[in-house]
Structures are given as C-alpha cells and as structure tokens.
C-alpha cells in the first residue's frame, strides 16, 4: 500500500524559504521508473506542477519557478524534500507530494512513454503571510 | 511554456453525458491523463494512458485522444460526479517534465 504525507510549516514569512518533507512508505524510490513529485494548489485555483525527482537523480522542475526550487531525495529514510526561496505571499497554497509511475514502456525507443502520478498525500497548506 | 487548455466549466443534468475537453500540441505523441478533485480532497487519478480506468473508477468514466485534443467522457454523469477535473499530460520537449490543465468545473444539477 502506497502512501505519502507532506510535513513542514505552515506558516512562512516573506522572503523566507520554505522546505517541505514527503514521507512515503510502500515503495522505493530507488526502483526503476519510479518518481516523487511536488504539485501546489492557490486556494481557488489550478494545481500546479513543481517538481519531480526520479529513481536515477535525474530532478526536472517547473521552468517558471526553477530558479526558486531544489529537490532531493534520502532514499534510506523514504523522504524527499522541497525548498522554495523567496517566498511571497502569492505562493500561498496547499502543497501535495505524490508517487510518479512510469507510463508503458516503448521497445523501439527504449523509454517509457512518460510518466505520471498515481498516489497523492493529503496535502499541506502553506501561507505566507507577515 | 508548453501548456494545455481546458473549459473552464461544463454543466450537465443528472444521467447525461459530460465531456470534457483537452487541447495541447503534443498529445498526438503523448499520452492524456485525467484527475478528479473534490472539494477539500486531493486530486485522484481517473483515467491514464489516454483511456486506461484505474481499478475502482467506475466505469462511466472512460477516456479518449484524437489529434490534439483529448477527451473525458462521463456517461450518465452522477450528482457525486460534481467536481473540478484536471488534464495531465507530458511537457513536449521530453518525457520527464509534465504539465497539468486549468482543470474544468463539473456541475452535475
């Protein structure tokens, strides 16, 4: 059974940074395909991807927030991190970490098609506010 | 940015067909995937693979692509239906980075 949780604060001032933990259990994140990503949520408005981390390092962020975010993953404690700089009052949301499948994987390319999430945690709201 | 574009909201009666639409240049080489998000919940996978159902989707849930479109299709849609469903698909540029749709409002009445 796949499951994640988020934790850090809740509350961060203006220009600070902000580091959040997801904490899985029911899979590795050293096996073949497997990913975990950092999705937010504006109250009121559109998820938005952030980042993704995958088995073999490789680390792809969002092009318009990549100069603000850093992930990492502890493979022996099950957790990866997310640290935001600079934060604003415009970054307050509900931050979600999620567990990235691979899609089916193509013989003549030797990639999988893409790569998508299956098992969410449940969220933590962030506000920024002085 | 690669982006994809969804209404903003569709409305149904109770036992018509809603769908759901999709758009973005590279679904014709990548793959859609569908979320369902209710009030105060995190989101859940619905459809991937274009028109794969998860277990335990019901099954007037399905999924389809044609072009550069991709569609939800919810047929005999259920007042419990009624919540924001978001497009999913990879960025063109590759399979690694993803992109997330402006998600759609269903309002089952």
């Known amino acids: 059974q796949i499951t994640l949780k988020e934790s850090g604060p809740t509350l961060v001032k203006p220009t600070q940074t902000l580091t959040l933990t997801c904490t899985f259990s029911?899979?590795?994140?050293?096996?073949?395909?497997?990913?975990v990503g950092w999705i937010r949520q504006p109250p009121g408005k559109a998820l938005e991807w952030l980042a993704l981390?995958?088995?073999?390092?490789?680390?792809r962020y969002s092009p318009s927030l990549k100069s603000r975010l850093t992930i990492t993953k502890d493979t022996s404690k099950n957790q990866v991190v997310l640290t935001m700089t600079n934060m604003d009052p415009v970054d307050t949301a509900t931050y979600y970490c999620?567990?990235?499948?691979?899609?089916?994987?193509?013989?003549?390319?030797?990639?999988?098609?893409?790569?998508?999430?299956?098992?969410w945690g449940q969220g933590t709201l962030v506000t920024v506010s002085s | 940015s690669y982006e994809l574009t969804q209404p903003p909201s569709v409305s149904v009666s109770p036992g018509q067909t809603a769908r759901i639409t999709c758009s973005g240049d590279?679904?014709?080489?990548?793959?859609a995937y569908w979320y369902q998000q209710k009030s105060g919940q995190a989101p859940v996978l619905v459809i991937y693979e274009d028109s794969k159902r998860p277990s335990g989707i019901p099954e007037r849930f399905s999924g389809s692509s044609s072009g550069t479109m991709a569609t939800l299709t919810i047929s005999g849609a259920q007042v419990e239906d009624e919540a924001d469903y978001y497009c999913y698909s990879t960025d063109s540029s590759g399979n690694r980075h993803v992109v997330f749709g402006g998600g759609t409002k269903l309002t089952v009445l």
């Open positions: 590279a679904l014709p080489k990548k793959y």
């Open positions: 999620a567990h990235s499948r691979p899609a089916d994987y193509d013989i003549l390319t030797g990639y999988y098609n893409g790569y998508y999430f299956d098992y």
């Open positions: 981390i995958y088995w073999d390092d490789d680390k």
């Open positions: 029911g899979f590795s994140l050293s096996t073949s395909g497997v990913g």
